[in-house]
C-alpha cells in the first residue's frame, strides 16, 4: 500500500480545521447582522488580522514574489504604495466609518452607508453601489480562485479545472455555514500562518544561496538590472505602482472590518497590530522573489516551471527547500491567502445583493431566519459565477486583482473619504462620483497609456463630487446635524 503523501495530509488537516471553525461560527450567527457583520464584536487582534488577512490574497505569496522575481527591485514600488495606502486607512477612515456606520441607522454595508449618509429615497446610490460590488468583486474573486487553481495544480499535478474545485469548496462551505464570524476567525488562523511562511521561507533562501552577499552576488550576474530600483521604469510606472496604495480607502472587504470593530476606541491598537504584520508579510514577499533569482541562478533546472510562469516562485522554493511535512504547511499558508480574501469578497457580494436587493427592494418585512439563508444561498451563486470567470487557464491573478482593486479604489473611495469629512457633500455628488469613477476604470483600461486606470479614476471621481456637490442644493439639516454629531463623537472616543 502507498504511502499517503505528507501535503496531502497538511492540507487535509489544515482545510478540515478551517471547515471545523466555520461550523463553530454557526452557533453564534442568529440573524443578518450576524451572518454579514458579526454583530459588531470584533476585538483590535481579530480586527486586524481579519483585515490583513483579507486584503492580502493569493497575490502576496503568488503574484507579488513572481513580479518580483520577474522584475527585480524596480517591482518594490508596489509595496510601498500600499503601505502607505494601508497606514493612511486605518488612521484616517477606520475609525470615522465605525462611528458613522452605526449612527447611519446601524448600516451593514457600505450601500446601506451611502443611502442613509445622504437621504437617499430613490435607492439609485443604493442599486449602483452594489452592481459596483458584484461586478468587480465577481472579478476580484475569479483571482482567488485562479490562485487556488494555481496551487492545486502544481502542487498536486491535477488538471486546471479540476483545480478550479479543489481551490474554491472548502472556502465555500464554511463562508455559506459560519458567515462574518467564521470568515474573521479563519481570517486569523490564516494570517498567522502567512505571516510565518513568508518570515521562514526568505531566510532559508539566504542561506542556501550562501548569505546575502553571495546571493546579491548571484543576482547580479543573472542581470544587473535586477538591483536597480529604476530598471524599466518611469515617472509613471513608478506613479502607477504606488497609486496602488490610492485603492484601500475602497475596498469593500476591508472596510466591512472596520464596521465591524468593537468600537472607535479599539482601532488604534488594531492599526498597529494589523501595520506590524503587513510590513513583515510584503519584505517577506518580495524577499522571496529577489532571492529566488539567486536561487534558480544556483539551481537552474530546479526553475524551469518558474521562467515559464514565475508566478510559482513560491511554490518551487518551498518543494525545494524543505522536507514534505514543512513544505505542506508553507503551502498551506498559499491556500490561507486565498480562502481569507475569496471568502471575506464572496460574503460581501452576498451582503451586497440580501442586504441590499433582496431585503431593500423586494422583501422589506423578511424575517432574519429568512434573510440569513437567502444570504447562504448568493454566496453559491457568486460562487459559481467567480468560477465561472476563472475558467481561463491563462487567467494571471496579479492582472485580474489590479482591476478589481483599481475599480473598487476609484468609484467608492473618494465617495468614502469625503462623505466622511466633509459635511457639503450630497447624494448627487456621491452618486456621480461612483458612476465616473467606475466607467473611468472601463474605459481608461482600453487605452493602454501605461498609467495605472486608478490614478485618473480617483482623480476623476473625486473631481465630480466636488464640483456636483457644490453645484446641487445644500444638505438637509438632519443631515449636518448627523454630520456633526459623528465628529463629536470621534472627539470623544480620542
Known amino acids: 500500500m502507498a504511502a499517503i503523501s505528507p501535503l496531502y495530509i497538511t492540507f487535509s488537516v489544515y482545510i478540515l480545521l478551517m471547515v471545523g471553525i466555520g461550523f463553530a461560527a454557526w452557533r453564534y450567527t442568529r440573524n443578518l447582522g450576524d451572518y454579514i457583520l458579526g454583530g459588531r464584536r470584533l476585538g483590535s487582534y481579530v480586527t486586524a488580522m481579519s483585515a490583513g488577512a483579507s486584503d492580502m490574497s493569493g497575490w502576496l505569496l503568488l503574484g507579488l514574489p513572481g513580479a518580483m522575481y520577474a522584475g527585480g527591485l524596480s517591482e518594490a514600488w508596489i509595496a510601498i504604495g500600499l503601505v502607505l495606502g494601508a497606514w493612511a486607512n486605518w488612521r484616517y477612515v477606520a475609525a470615522p466609518l465605525r462611528v458613522y456606520t452605526e449612527y447611519s441607522q446601524n448600516a451593514l454595508t457600505l450601500p446601506d452607508y451611502f443611502t442613509h449618509r445622504f437621504e437617499d429615497r430613490s435607492r439609485m446610490l443604493r442599486v449602483f453601489s452594489a452592481l459596483v460590488i458584484l461586478v468587480f468583486f465577481a472579478i476580484y474573486a475569479a483571482s482567488g480562485i485562479v490562485a487556488g487553481a494555481r496551487l492545486f495544480e502544481s502542487v498536486f499535478e491535477v488538471p ?204 422589506k418585512q423578511a424575517g432574519q431566519a429568512e434573510l440569513v439563508w437567502v444570504g447562504r444561498l448568493t454566496v453559491v451563486l457568486v460562487s459559481a459565477l467567480a468560477i465561472a470567470l476563472a475558467n481561463n487557464p491563462d487567467s494571471r491573478v496579479l492582472g485580474l486583482v489590479s482591476y478589481a482593486w483599481a475599480g473598487f479604489g476609484s468609484a467608492f473611495g473618494p465617495v468614502v473619504v469625503l462623505s466622511l469629512y466633509w459635511p457639503r457633500m450630497t447624494r448627487n455628488g456621491a452618486l456621480a462620483g461612483m458612476v465616473v469613477g467606475a466607467l473611468t476604470v472601463i474605459g481608461w483600461k482600453q487605452l493602454d497609456t501605461g498609467l495605472y486606470e486608478m490614478v485618473p479614476g480617483v482623480l476623476f471621481a473625486a473631481l465630480t463630487i466636488v464640483a456636483v456637490s457644490l453645484a446641487d442644493r445644500v444638505p438637509s439639516a438632519p443631515m449636518r446635524n448627523a454630520f456633526d454629531k459623528v465628529r463629536a463623537a470621534l472627539g470623544r472616543a480620542g
Open 160 to 363: 486546471y479545472g479540476t483545480a478550479i474545485w479543489l481551490g474554491a469548496a472548502a472556502t465555500i462551505l464554511y463562508t455559506v455555514v459560519g458567515g462574518f464570524l467564521a470568515v474573521s476567525w479563519t481570517d486569523t488562523v490564516q494570517a498567522t500562518l502567512m505571516i510565518f511562511a513568508l518570515i521562514l521561507t526568505p531566510i532559508v533562501v539566504i542561506v542556501a544561496t550562501g548569505g546575502p552577499g553571495a546571493a546579491t552576488a548571484l543576482i547580479d550576474a543573472a542581470g544587473p538590472a535586477y538591483l536597480d530600483p529604476l530598471k524599466g521604469t518611469s515617472a509613471i510606472g513608478i506613479i502607477s505602482l504606488m497609486a496602488w496604495g490610492l485603492g484601500y480607502v475602497g475596498q469593500p472587504h476591508i472596510l466591512a472590518r472596520f464596521m465591524a470593530a468593537e468600537s472607535a476606541q479599539r482601532i488604534p491598537a488594531a492599526r498597529r497590530i494589523g501595520m506590524a504584520w503587513m510590513v513583515l508579510c510584503l519584505i517577506g514577499a518580495l524577499a522571496v522573489g529577489f532571492f529566488g533569482i539567486a536561487y534558480f541562478q544556483m539551481h537552474p533546472d530546479a526553475g524551469a516551471a518558474v521562467q515559464q510562469n514565475p508566478e510559482r516562485v513560491f511554490i518551487a522554493l518551498a518543494q525545494a527547500l524543505f522536507n514534505p511535512w514543512i513544505a505542506g504547511v508553507l503551502l498551506s499558508a498559499i491556500l490561507a491567502a486565498i480562502m481569507s480574501t475569496l471568502s471575506c469578497q464572496l460574503l460581501v457580494c452576498s451582503s451586497a445583493l440580501t442586504e441590499d436587493f433582496y431585503k431593500g427592494m423586494l422583501r
